[in-house]
């Protein structure tokens, strides 16, 4: 089973500042990697899937980028619907899917 | 629009059973392989089973082969999901998440059901 590990868990961020956010894979996921955002109470929302291939709808703020083990987040200019938990999930290898544990953008 | 909407949740005893359904519709079902993602209160995601357009090709996490039952019914548009023996660490928000078509990823999900595994 592939573990992801995020980072940070918390990220206090600014609105309209830039946030970073990282996710690890045990082993090789090529590019086969998707980014979720969760807001309370809500169901998770697709984001970015192969590494860096926005999601309809989403907008251009947000971008995802890494191949292999290391993969990266960035939502630049903070809005308030960004305040929310993000999960990566890798489906190179599976069953399972296997999903990050999160992390949490709040307001600085 | 795609919508996809999960019912059947309650609180039940351990060891008791439930049955989840989730009504898709928005879109051509039966073209489509579905799964059941699970969120224990404050916790990650994680998953919980996978069946395939077809139902030939089946598959069920570790935590809950032998104990859960995943089917379909094209004609009805819906997902299902059988659960019996029932454990206070199976206490989650369950989702029905529909695999991308051309993708192992999930794209869209329900809302949730609230299963809570208590005496």
């Known amino acids: 089973e592939i573990v992801m590990t995020q980072s940070p868990v918390t990220l206090s961020v600014s609105p309209g500042e830039r946030a970073t956010l990282s996710c690890r894979a045990s082993?090789?996921?090529?590019?086969?990697l998707a980014w979720y955002r969760q807001k309370p109470g809500q169901a998770p929302r697709l984001l970015i899937y192969?590494?860096?291939t926005r999601a309809t709808g989403i907008p251009a703020r947000i971008t995802g980028s890494g191949s292999g083990t290391e993969f990266t987040l960035t939502i630049s200019s903070l809005q308030s619907e960004d305040f929310a938990v993000y999960y990566c999930q890798q489906y190179e290898n599976w069953p399972p899917w296997t999903f990050g544990q999160g992390t949490k953008v709040e307001i600085k | 629009e795609v919508q996809l909407v999960e019912s059947g949740g309650g609180l039940v005893q351990p060891g008791g059973s439930l049955r989840l359904s989730c009504a898709a519709s928005?879109?051509?079902?039966?073209?489509?392989?579905m799964n059941w993602v699970r969120q224990a209160p404050g916790k990650g995601l994680e998953w919980v089973s996978y069946i395939s357009v077809s139902t030939r090709i089946i598959y069920y996490a570790d935590s809950v082969e032998g104990r859960f039952t995943i089917s379909r019914d094209n004609a009805k548009n819906s997902l299902y999901l059988q659960m019996n023996s029932l454990r206070a660490e199976d206490t989650a928000v369950y989702y029905c998440a529909r695999r991308a078509y051309d993708y192992s990823f999930p794209d869209y999900w329900g809302q949730g059901t609230l299963v809570t595994v208590s005496s």
């Open positions: 082993q090789s996921v090529s590019s086969n």
């Open positions: 928005g879109f051509t079902f039966s073209d489509y392989s």
């Open positions: 192969g590494a860096s």
